[in-house]
C-alpha cells in the first residue's frame, strides 16, 4: 500500500503524484523497513515501472520509518496494511492507493495503484509450506483443510480485520505463484543494483 502524510483529498493526490515524481527527481525521500525488505522492493519495483527517482531511506524496520511519515520527515512509504492499518484507523495516514491490483474490501474507497501505472502490482503473503518430499497425499490433505479453515467466515472476518486477504489455492497455484514472483522481483533487485551481504 501507498501511504502518505498529505492534507489534501488521497484520490487528488495519488493521480499526480507519478508526474510530480517525474518533475521532482531525486527530491522525494521514500522511507522502508530496510534493505530488501518488501517495503523497499515495492518502491522500488514503482520507481522501475514509472521512471522516477525517489531516494531510498531505509529504516531498520516500519515502525520507525511510520514514526518519520507520520512526522513528515519522509514523503512517501510503500508499506503492508497489517502494519500501518492502525494509523490508517486512527487519521494519522492517508493511504493513496493500494498495491493490489483490485479494491480492498475494507479500503473500497482506495484506487490500486495499477489505475494510474498500469501493470503495477506487489503483494506481501504468507503461505504455508512443507518439505520438498512431503508424499502428495499428505499435501492434499493439508491442502484441503487449510483451505477449509480459510473460509471459514469467523476466521477470514479476523483476518481481514487484521489487514489480510484470505487466498486459499492449490499446491499448483501457489507454485506458480513463487515462479512468477521470483521472476519479478529478480528484475526488481538487478534495477536496484540490491546485493546479499
Excluded: C
Excluded at 515502525?63 to 496494511?81: E, K, S, Y
Excluded at 508424499?135 to 480459510?150: K, M, V
Excluded at 484470505?166 to 526488481?188: C, H, R, S, Y
Amino acid at each position: 500500500m501507498l501511504s502518505f502524510r498529505v492534507e489534501r483529498p488521497a484520490a487528488q493526490i495519488a493521480h499526480g503524484f507519478i508526474a510530480y515524481a517525474k518533475a521532482n527527481p531525486g527530491k522525494i525521500n521514500m522511507a522502508s523497513g530496510g534493505i530488501g525488505t518488501v517495503t523497499h522492493v515495492s518502491g522500488e519495483l514503482f520507481k522501475m515501472m514509472a521512471g522516477v527517482d525517489l531516494v531510498h531511506v531505509p529504516y531498520r524496520g516500519s515502525p520507525p520509518a511510520l514514526t518519520d511519515l507520520i512526522g513528515g520527515q519522509m514523503q512517501v512509504m510503500f508499506d503492508t496494511v497489517p502494519t500501518s492499518l492502525g494509523f490508517l484507523k486512527a487519521g494519522k495516514l492517508r493511504p493513496l492507493a493500494v498495491t493490489a491490483t483490485t479494491r480492498l474490501d475494507f479500503l473500497p474507497q482506495i484506487p490500486p495503484l495499477s489505475e494510474f501505472l498500469p501493470g503495477y502490482e506487489t503483494s506481501f503473503w504468507l503461505r504455508i509450506g512443507a518439505p520438498r518430499n512431503t508424499p502428495p497425499d499428505i499435501i492434499q490433505t493439508l491442502n484441503r483443510e487449510i483451505s477449509a479453515g480459510l473460509g471459514n467466515a469467523k476466521l477470514k472476518s479476523q483476518l481481514v480485520d487484521l489487514g489480510a486477504i484470505p487466498m486459499p489455492m492449490t499446491p499448483e497455484q501457489f507454485g506458480q505463484l513463487i515462479a512468477a514472483d521470483t521472476e519479478k522481483w529478480m528484475k526488481v533487485v538487478k534495477f536496484a543494483g540490491l546485493k546479499a551481504d
